[in-house]
């Protein structure tokens, strides 16, 4: 079961939302009173949805992250024409019979990603 809180939101767009959300048999609504700054990590969500002006700004989500990283975040932006998730997830790559050369590239790739 797929744990949703919708956070930060007016009326209207939390009343169509939940009805979406209601409509999945595989999620479930929970209540959040919550909002884009507050702890939510007590809500124990698997998706915080959040309204907000401009989806791409990573300050909020940054944020909700930091409550609770396990969440996905997914941004909808006020005029509803956009939206952005974003997560924290691990990645993991084996490295089998592990070469001097593998583990610098390894080193290397992180930093090549923007990861300073």
């Known amino acids: 079961m797929i744990r949703v809180a919708l956070i930060s939101m007016r009326p209207k767009l939390r009343d169509i939302l939940s009805d979406a959300v209601a409509r999945e048999k595989d999620m479930q ?37 930091r409550a609770a990283p396990r969440a996905r975040v997914l941004m909808i932006a006020e005029a509803g024409d956009r939206a952005a998730l974003y997560e924290l997830r691990p990645t993991q790559k084996v490295l089998l019979n592990v070469s001097m050369n593998q583990v610098i590239e390894a080193i290397r790739f992180g930093l090549e990603r923007g990861d300073r």
């Open 29 to 65: 609504l929970i209540p959040c009173q919550a909002g884009p700054v507050a702890d939510v990590s007590a809500a124990r969500a698997d998706v915080l949805v959040c309204e907000i002006e401009d989806p791409v700004d990573a300050e909020v989500p940054t944020r909700l992250l």
